[in-house]
């Protein structure tokens, strides 16, 4: 009932830019939070950044300074620009957003998008 998709992922040299779009689409009530996190192969999945929506924001330390989380609430779609990136930013980022659907008022959801791939080298 519920659709992440995640756009705006690739390639790009050490200190580049890049921003990620992640857009939620179906039943939604509301959007508690949406964030991203991020895998390398073998490592634990990491949050980088979320957003509540009442405007509270939280960064992982590695990313604070560089990266910028914003929400279009009108759009129900969250952006992450990501400056300055560093070969340790790679890896395959993932949307990650707590919902309640029109069918269930009561109940939060967490969902996943399929994830984007990040690479950052020379």
């Known amino acids: 009932q519920v659709q992440l998709v995640e756009s705006g992922g690739g390639l790009v040299q050490p200190g580049g830019s890049l921003q990620l779009s992640c857009a939620a689409s179906g039943s939604i009530l509301r959007i508690h939070y949406m964030g991203w996190y991020r895998q390398d192969p073998g490592k634990q999945r990491e949050l980088v950044a979320t957003?509540?929506?009442?405007?509270?924001?939280t960064y992982a330390d590695a990313v604070k300074g560089r990266f910028t989380l914003s929400r279009d609430n009108a759009k129900n779609t969250a952006y992450l620009q990501m400056n300055s990136l560093k070969p340790e930013d790679t890896a395959v980022y993932y949307c990650?957003?707590?919902?309640?659907?029109?069918?269930?008022?009561?109940?939060?959801?967490?969902?996943w998008g399929q994830g984007t791939q990040v690479t950052v080298s020379s």
């Open positions: 990650k957003a707590g919902i309640t659907i029109t069918s269930l008022p009561g109940t939060r959801y967490d969902y």
């Open positions: 957003a509540t929506d009442s405007g509270s924001t």
